[in-house]
Structure formats: C-alpha cells, structure tokens
C-alpha cells in the first residue's frame, strides 16, 4: 500500500508540475535570454554609427583628394598635410573624450560627437578654398577624436563577457563600412563638375551624423558610468536589459561596485547612494599620476601594452593603403580615375568583409590568436606588396602583368589581415585592460598614440616614397608588422571571457587596487580561469 501511495504521489507531483509548467509564461520557466542579447546588441549598434561618420571622413578624402587637388591647384605637400592633418586634430577629442565621458556620461558624449560630425562635414561641403577646408577637416578631426575613444568605451561597459568581444568589435566594423561608403560615395559623385563633385562627397557626411544625432536618444547610459555616480538603481535596470539572466546582472553590478569602491551591503532599491568621496571626486591629476607619472609595476604593464597595441596598428601602414589607395594602385600601373576609384571602392568592400569574421571570432577562438595571425600575414603580404611595386617602378615604360596582379592580391590581402586583427581588436584589447577607475582616461591616451602615429604616417607617406620609393616604404611597412607580431606574442594575454573587472587581474592588479574584494559578492566562490601568454 505504501509502495502504492508513494506512486500515485509521485504521479500527482509530476503531473501539478506539468501544469504549473504549461499555466506559467514562458520567461518565469526560462529566462529571456535572447532578448536581452539583442538589446545590448541594439544598444552597441547605436553607440557604433559614430564609427560610421568617422569611417567616411577617411574613405572619402581618399578619392576626393584626386579633384581637390586639381580644383584647388594643390602641391603633394599640401595634399598629405591636408590628408594627414586630421589625425593629429582628433588628438584634442582622444584627450578631451574621457574627462568629458566621465563628467556628462557615455551616452551624452555621443551625442556631442553626432554635432561635431554634422558642422566638419558642412564646413568642408561649403568649403570656398585650401582655409576653410581646413578649418572642417578641424572640426571633423575632434569628432574623430572623440568617437574613437567613446563608441568602444560604452560598448564595453554595455556588453556582458560573453559578447563582449563581439559587440566592442562593431564599432571597427562601423568604421570599416563608412570607409566603404566614403569610396562608393567618391565612385557615385565622381561625374560631377570639378568644384562640385567633391564638395558633395564631403557633405554628404552630414546625413549620418544627423541620423545617428536622433537614433542615440533611445540609447540607455553605460550602466559603469551610472554606478560611479551612485545610481545603482539605474544601473541595475540598464544590467537586467543587458546581461543573460537575472543572476548575471547582479553579480556584474555587485563586481562593478566593488570595483567603484561602493559597499557591498548597499543595494540599488533607492534612486541614488552616496559614493564614497575618495572615488567619486578623484581628480584628473591624481588619476593621470596613477595611470602614466607614477604607475604601479602592474599598471604599467596594462598601459605599455594598450600602447603597443595601439601604436603597431597604425605603425603597419594601414593608413598609407586606405588614404592613398588610388596613388598606390596608380603606381601599380592601373591608370583613369573610374578604375582608381573602382579598384580603391574593391578594397573598402575587402576589408569590410573580413572583419565580419572577427566579430564573430573574438569571442570564439580569442583575441591573441587572431592579433598574431593578423600581423604575421600583413607582414608576408606587405613584403609581396613592396616587391611588385618594386618591380613596376623599375621598369616604368612596360607592362609587367605578375608585377600588377601581385600588387592588386596583395593590398586586398593586406586588408584582409588588417580587419581579422588589428583593426577591430586594436580597440577591444584597449577597452578591456584598464581598470574602471582609469579606463576612459587610458583609453584616450592609448588613442593619443595611436592617432600621432596616424598622423605621422598618412603626412609622411607621400614624401616617404620620394625619399625611398612607395616599394621601400612597405617595406618599411612590413617590418613594422613583424616587430608587432613579436610584441603581441611576448606581451598579450588572453582576455576572452572574463569580466572587465577581472581582466586586470592578468596583469598582476591586487584585489584592493581594482577596488574588488577577494570574497565579495561577485567573485565569491567562483573561479576565475586565467590564461597568459607561453613563451
């Protein structure tokens, strides 16, 4: 009998539970995990469109350039200056970005950019001469400036571990996709009148920066920025938005917390909480002396790396191949504008499919692999690059058809490898290795290097090549991408799957100085898998 009773109890239990089951909604069962993905997707998507300006900004002048110098009757050193001068402008927004971020907020900041965007593209639409259109290349290089460092910075504190690598890369690909607009737009306005034409290419920048002005509106703040503030209420809503389920958003904001040094046993169920004042009114010089004058053994591990990273993406010529493009392939021995603009528009779509593959990557096989893959090929690539450009500036008066193709293959592959590594993950890495404390501020001076050597590079290619040929100079090139692939394998560990709080970690921060406890509510038994780099 008992034996009886013990099944039919068993059969009750079981059959109340599939009722229960079938009567409850489907997220009281199983958590909307899905939704949540797509809405910090969302959320990444909106903050990335100012990569899209900014992507424009340099695709367009590649082809642009070609009619300004014929309309305005400008020297070769004018012209790089003009080219290059941008990148030295957009250090004021690099610097300016993470003061401004953390004083106004991640989501302001990019509205601040979309404004910026829309007065450098109508000054140089409207330019009269050389002056004015260098006064727009300044306006649009702060811009620049600016959504270099803010579009990753809040897609990496939106972005739950698990998407991180993924979503951080969107606005790289945003960048490369305005690239590619910027040349289809040089292709599109090319038939115009000379002194329209190109006033037209640089305009139309305008109709992005409007559009991405009114899309931010809906955009949530960075839920880190909210918790700085003390307003864990807020935050906590945005994580529950944002993270797979109920339990990751609060064990991401209890990590954030203790990383902001706000204690443990204070909840987000108020509006605002008072932070502590040693954290909340720490000023600028007291966190630029802890990030670069008097930097712990650790701290200046995490920013000679962010440097490395940032240094040896624009050291390997990338600019020298996206602004000059047509100059390149015009010393290939491809001649009339229709196909410079034709092959230059071919290496936009390139590189713009590829670094779909790292945004799906990153999160799979790791940034490290794809970093070393990526310089060890732009190396090989740029080496074929130099030689067959070499060998057609030997020999001006024939046709050398091997020389050629080898030229068109290897810039095509160049930029191939360029966006399966350095180009998306450049600004992954950075956004992932700085504590809370100092990340806006050290991902405006990684930034900073990175923009002088920009600037450097796209205002010396011309004069390079006359100096040592444009063979020698990727050459250059490509020893440079060898000596990256060196850095990255001495230098880089891996950061795939761990929180921003516990990827400073990998660099040998104590718990006290990330401002995580060793047994607080987020790490509290929990194991953190830790991989570093084997020489």
Request: net charge neutral.
């Amino acid at each position: 009998m008992e034996d009886g009773g013990s099944e039919q109890r068993t059969r009750l239990n079981a059959g109340n539970a599939d009722m229960a089951t079938a009567v409850l909604p489907a997220e009281a069962v199983e958590p909307r995990t899905k939704s949540n993905v797509r809405y910090a997707f969302t959320c990444a998507i909106l903050a990335s469109m100012a990569s899209i300006v900014l992507g424009y900004d340099f695709g367009v002048m590649s082809g642009a350039s070609l009619y300004i110098k014929k309309d305005l009757n400008l020297t070769d050193v004018q012209l790089e200056i003009l080219i290059g001068i941008m990148n030295l402008y957009s250090l004021i927004g690099s610097l300016a970005a993470g003061r401004t971020s953390d004083w106004i907020g991640r989501r302001r900041t990019v509205l601040l950019v979309a404004a910026i965007f829309v007065s450098g593209s109508l000054l140089m639409g409207l330019a009269v001469g050389y002056a004015m259109l260098m006064a727009g290349r300044f306006v649009a290089g702060v811009g620049v400036g600016y959504a270099i460092v803010v579009a990753p910075v809040y897609t990496a504190e939106i972005a739950p571990a698990s998407a991180r690598g993924f979503l951080t890369s969107l606005p790289d690909a945003f960048i490369n996709f305005g690239v590619l607009l910027g040349y289809l737009s040089n292709f599109a306005f090319a038939r115009l009148p000379l002194r329209l034409g190109w006033r037209v290419m640089l305009g139309a920048g305008a109709a992005p920066a409007a559009l991405l002005t009114l899309l931010v509106l809906v955009l949530p703040e960075s839920p880190r920025w909210l918790v700085m503030q003390g307003r864990l209420a807020d935050a906590g809503a945005v994580l529950e938005r944002t993270s797979r389920t109920p339990e990751e958003a609060a064990e991401r904001l209890a990590s954030i917390k203790a990383a902001a040094g706000i204690p443990s046993d204070l909840d987000a169920n108020g509006d605002v909480v008072s932070v502590p004042t040693e954290q909340k009114n720490r000023d600028e010089t007291r966190v630029w002396k802890e990030l670069v004058f008097a930097p712990s053994p650790a701290m200046r591990r995490i920013l000679l790396t962010a440097l490395g990273v940032q240094f040896f993406q624009q050291a390997s010529g990338i600019d020298a191949v996206l602004l000059y493009s047509p100059r390149v392939f015009q010393s290939a021995g491809i001649a009339g504008d229709n196909r410079l603009l034709g092959a230059t528009c071919a290496v936009g779509a390139t590189k713009t499919l590829f670094i779909l593959v790292a945004t799906f990557l990153a999160d799979r096989v790791g940034r490290r692999p794809l970093l070393l893959s990526s310089a060890g090929g732009m190396a090989i690539v740029l080496v074929g690059l130099a030689t067959g450009l070499t060998v057609v500036g030997h020999h001006p008066s024939a046709e050398i058809t091997w020389a050629v193709a080898l030229c068109i293959v290897s810039t095509l592959a160049y930029v191939s490898f360029f966006s399966v590594g350095l180009g998306p993950l450049t600004s992954v890495y950075t956004t992932e290795v700085f504590p809370l404390r100092v990340r806006a501020l050290g991902f405006g001076v990684g930034v900073t290097c990175n923009r002088v050597t920009s600037g450097v590079i796209s205002m010396s290619f011309l004069s390079l090549s006359r100096a040592v040929t444009i063979g020698g100079s990727f050459f250059l090139y490509a020893g440079m991408a060898a000596l990256a692939c060196l850095f990255f394998f001495v230098f880089l560990p891996e950061t795939r799957g761990l929180t921003l709080e516990e990827t400073a970690k990998l660099f040998g921060v104590a718990a006290d100085d990330t401002g995580m406890e060793a047994e607080g509510p987020a790490g509290k038994d929990k194991a953190v898998e830790i991989e570093m780099p084997t020489n």
